[in-house]
């Protein structure tokens, strides 16, 4: 007989799609996946009937049921109270998230035991158990996408912190009175280090007369945003102001690691998300250069690694599955 | 007959003065204490000469013996390999501090068992154990003096990190290429928030012509340095160089503590040191009122406390004992 499998259903619930994994937890392999679009506008019980629909769909691509799984965990984009498995708000999925019970409701539907923590901290565990940070016993994950978010692994174990609020990298002072951030205060890492802080830096040099082709490259791709290939081509054709609002991304994102790394020193700082993908391993250089600088014990600055995320798309879901086992287990 | 009681010896080793307590480690009480001048200048090995003549003086206050105590924990200026009992440097006590083993050392000259750690670690230790972070499980302490150092406590223990750096939170990057650190890196908080930075603010207004009373007041006291009694009498005489310098520091320390809040969200935040000291808890209402308008988390802002230090001069020694309980029990 086969030996029993510590499965676990792994949920990466964002504003417009779905991810699910079914995991094995112990080894980190996906044994089923299902990705649907989310259809945040149809308010919040529609989106669990999708996320039910599409946790089926993976369970029978795993070749499983639900009885052979330990349970479920949900990453969502934005504040929870995890220990009532309540999502406080997901402000880019509308006011019917607003308290909303989604482990519970989750679970009437599913008739199995449901988890819920934001979308960066699964991302950190997935990070940390199956990912670029695997061994390590302190670890720090920053996700770069349109905003800056982060997970702490601190002592093997997730850190949420007293309110449950920990790992707000992007909420960091790095200029005092600097550029407004979209919390509403200013100068915190988001606006620098995010890819709205670069489509920022670039809009204001280009109001301010800098001469640039992002213009240009929008009008020809009919866009009125600058989307991730707008600014893409840009940056491999050399414009000099998207060089340097990438080149300040970088370098803001080595001060964070930095202020990050004094504070905590930990053993790894595993960075991931949509901006770091695109440009890949090579957006890395100019962060660590500016971050071991920084570094205050520079004697030993090399071990302290500063590396890509290595499960992409999938850290969500596995990380989701990975902490619903281990909150799952010790209930 | 007497319950026996949990004894440790701490000691809080500055670069102008040494502090020792007895302490009872269960209820913090100091049953003795000894100060004395630390007279860096003859060298580590008589230096720890003084330190074992004032243990004694302390244990005969205390009127207890050595073969009463558990051991002995130090509390040093500068970075340390707590694991090894080793002093890595002090830059303020010379170079004969330069991978000084502090701890075999002082153990062959006491016959008692010795740890090591630097002095913000045992300071956040003391005021986590018995002064205003008690009862608190994740809590960080920060001393504002010359310097701006702190000390990490999560999961109701000291955090010293992968290298034993943790808590550096003076090197916090707050204004990115802003005002020169002590440590050479530009816009660390350090810069900005201690003693030496509010030193340097007001330096720069006075050669940019700002008018002060700060130099007449050097001069009545036959004074060439910026003493904590000239700045105090300046500051109570409404002198707005110096008003300003001071607010901008606790600005800046707001900031910081915002900072490390939205990163490690904890319970409390504890802030000791000379410059809070002497200007009292009125310090810390400005520092208050920034922190929170920088916490990404308002809702519950005001149940992160930010307090200040209870134990003052004794919160090194008092958490140097501690400590070395907590250490010397799982030897």
Same mark, same amino acid.
Not at 297 to 310: F, Q
């Given at each position: 007989m086969e030996q029993r499998r510590n499965l676990a259903i792994g949920v990466d619930l964002g504003a417009t799609s779905l991810y699910v994994s079914v995991v094995d937890v112990s080894s980190g392999e996906r044994l089923g996946e299902a990705k649907a679009k989310s259809r945040a506008e149809l308010g919040a019980d529609a989106v669990v009937g999708r996320v039910v629909?599409? @946790?089926? +769909?993976?369970?029978?691509a795993a070749g499983v049921t639900k009885q052979d799984v330990l349970g479920v965990g949900v990453g969502v984009p934005g504040p929870v109270l995890a220990s009532q498995g309540l999502v406080l708000s997901l402000t880019n999925m509308g006011p019917t998230w607003n308290q909303y019970p989604l482990a519970a409701r989750l679970s009437e539907r599913l008739g199995l035991r449901v988890i819920v923590d934001n979308d960066v901290n699964v991302g950190a565990v997935g990070e940390h158990r199956f990912g670029a940070g695997r061994g390590t016993r302190d670890m720090i994950a920053m996700f770069v996408g349109t *905003?800056? &978010? *982060? *997970? $702490? @692994? $601190?002592? *093997?174990?997730?850190?949420? /912190?007293?309110? &449950?609020?920990? %790992? #707000?990298? %992007?909420?960091?002072?790095? +200029?005092?009175? &600097?550029? $407004?951030? /979209?919390? /509403?205060e200013r100068g915190h890492a988001e606006a620098y280090a995010s890819r709205s802080g670069i489509e920022r830096a670039i809009n204001e040099a280009i109001d301010a007369g800098e001469s640039s082709i992002i213009p240009q490259l929008m009008k020809e791709q009919g866009r009125k945003n600058l989307t991730s290939a707008v600014l893409d081509r840009a940056y491999q054709q050399g414009d000099a102001v998207t060089v340097h609002a990438i080149d300040e991304a970088q370098r803001y994102l080595g001060l964070l690691i930095a202020s990050c790394v004094n504070v905590l020193d930990p053993e790894a700082v595993v960075?991931? %998300? &949509?901006?770091? #993908?695109r440009m890949g391993e090579g957006y890395l250089g100019r962060v660590r250069e500016v971050a071991y600088q920084h570094f205050l014990n520079k004697n030993e600055s090399e071990s302290i690694r500063i590396v890509a995320a290595e499960l992409g798309d999938a850290s969500g879901s596995v990380g989701a599955a990975v902490l619903a086992a281990q909150r799952l287990s010790q209930m």
């Amino acid at each position: 007989m086969e030996q029993r499998r510590n499965l676990a259903i792994g949920v990466d619930l964002g504003a417009t799609s779905l991810y699910v994994s079914v995991v094995d937890v112990s080894s980190g392999e996906r044994l089923g996946e299902a990705k649907a679009k989310s259809r945040a506008e149809l308010g919040a019980d529609a989106v669990v009937g999708r996320v039910v629909k599409a @946790i089926k +769909q993976a369970l029978l691509a795993a070749g499983v049921t639900k009885q052979d799984v330990l349970g479920v965990g949900v990453g969502v984009p934005g504040p929870v109270l995890a220990s009532q498995g309540l999502v406080l708000s997901l402000t880019n999925m509308g006011p019917t998230w607003n308290q909303y019970p989604l482990a519970a409701r989750l679970s009437e539907r599913l008739g199995l035991r449901v988890i819920v923590d934001n979308d960066v901290n699964v991302g950190a565990v997935g990070e940390h158990r199956f990912g670029a940070g695997r061994g390590t016993r302190d670890m720090i994950a920053m996700f770069v996408g349109t *905003g800056l &978010g *982060g *997970g $702490l @692994i $601190l002592n *093997g174990a997730l850190h949420t /912190g007293f309110r &449950g609020s920990a %790992g #707000e990298v %992007g909420h960091m002072v790095l +200029q005092a009175d &600097g550029a $407004l951030c /979209g919390c /509403g205060e200013r100068g915190h890492a988001e606006a620098y280090a995010s890819r709205s802080g670069i489509e920022r830096a670039i809009n204001e040099a280009i109001d301010a007369g800098e001469s640039s082709i992002i213009p240009q490259l929008m009008k020809e791709q009919g866009r009125k945003n600058l989307t991730s290939a707008v600014l893409d081509r840009a940056y491999q054709q050399g414009d000099a102001v998207t060089v340097h609002a990438i080149d300040e991304a970088q370098r803001y994102l080595g001060l964070l690691i930095a202020s990050c790394v004094n504070v905590l020193d930990p053993e790894a700082v595993v960075v991931g %998300g &949509g901006v770091v #993908e695109r440009m890949g391993e090579g957006y890395l250089g100019r962060v660590r250069e500016v971050a071991y600088q920084h570094f205050l014990n520079k004697n030993e600055s090399e071990s302290i690694r500063i590396v890509a995320a290595e499960l992409g798309d999938a850290s969500g879901s596995v990380g989701a599955a990975v902490l619903a086992a281990q909150r799952l287990s010790q209930m």
